[in-house]
């Protein structure tokens, strides 16, 4: 399961669902879906796009209010019922290789790790003014935890995301999830994944 949440950017969640219908298409994987927390706005209707999309398995889970990252996800992972799937937490504006489903598969163990493949931050705006002889560079987000994958089980026993801590902020969220992920006794694994990248945006005009 992909889980995103979503506020107020149109153009943002579908290029989403164009991307993971390129990762459909490209993999042929019929075991993998999409759940998006969507905090409804007039700007996008999130249930017609997606019963427009290629997608096979997805759902929706509205909310009205203030947006509250951290309780959405964690509504979101609950929404999951079978102990032996895989939920993994991401982005919007994310490139996704076809690929990234079995490596996701792959590095998640049952009872032993979670797994935070390692992003590269190109052309964005946490990269702004890295060149190097004039040519513009990226990084890769050695300490950003966001994207995150467990067995549904596994993320019952850490607690999923720490919602009264982090309510209705963002940032630091993913790195306390790393630091209970390990002190829940898990191995913590990081894999630097080929065309896994940031995609360039902006917060206006969406």
Not at 62 to 86: C, H, L, Q
Not at 121 to 146: A, K, V
């Given at each position: 399961h992909f889980?995103?949440?979503q506020r107020k950017f149109p153009r943002m969640i579908r290029e989403f669902i164009q991307n993971m219908e390129r990762v459909y298409e490209e993999s042929r994987d019929e075991n993998f879906g999409v759940i998006v927390m969507n905090y409804a706005s007039p700007l996008i209707n999130v249930v017609t796009l997606l019963r427009q999309s290629k997608l096979k398995h997805w759902s929706v889970i509205d909310f009205g209010g203030?947006?509250?990252k951290t309780a959405a996800i964690n509504v979101g992972i609950d929404s999951v019922k079978n102990p032996d799937d895989i939920i993994f937490i991401t982005d919007l504006s994310i490139h996704y290789p076809a690929h990234l489903i079995d490596t996701i598969r792959k590095h998640t163990f049952k009872g032993y790790s979670g797994f935070a493949p390692i992003v590269f931050y190109y052309n964005c705006e946490f990269t702004q003014g890295l060149h190097d002889g004039g040519h513009f560079i990226g990084l890769y987000s050695i300490t950003g935890f966001g994207l995150f994958s467990m067995y549904k089980s596994d993320w019952i026993v850490v607690g999923g995301m720490d919602s009264s801590q982090f309510k209705g902020v963002w940032g630091f969220e993913d790195n306390d999830l790393a630091n209970r992920v390990l002190n829940s006794g898990y191995v913590l694994l990081r894999l630097i994944?080929?065309?896994?990248?940031h995609q360039n945006h902006t917060y206006t005009g969406f």
């Amino acid at each position: 399961h992909f889980l995103v949440t979503q506020r107020k950017f149109p153009r943002m969640i579908r290029e989403f669902i164009q991307n993971m219908e390129r990762v459909y298409e490209e993999s042929r994987d019929e075991n993998f879906g999409v759940i998006v927390m969507n905090y409804a706005s007039p700007l996008i209707n999130v249930v017609t796009l997606l019963r427009q999309s290629k997608l096979k398995h997805w759902s929706v889970i509205d909310f009205g209010g203030p947006w509250e990252k951290t309780a959405a996800i964690n509504v979101g992972i609950d929404s999951v019922k079978n102990p032996d799937d895989i939920i993994f937490i991401t982005d919007l504006s994310i490139h996704y290789p076809a690929h990234l489903i079995d490596t996701i598969r792959k590095h998640t163990f049952k009872g032993y790790s979670g797994f935070a493949p390692i992003v590269f931050y190109y052309n964005c705006e946490f990269t702004q003014g890295l060149h190097d002889g004039g040519h513009f560079i990226g990084l890769y987000s050695i300490t950003g935890f966001g994207l995150f994958s467990m067995y549904k089980s596994d993320w019952i026993v850490v607690g999923g995301m720490d919602s009264s801590q982090f309510k209705g902020v963002w940032g630091f969220e993913d790195n306390d999830l790393a630091n209970r992920v390990l002190n829940s006794g898990y191995v913590l694994l990081r894999l630097i994944t080929r065309d896994f990248y940031h995609q360039n945006h902006t917060y206006t005009g969406f």
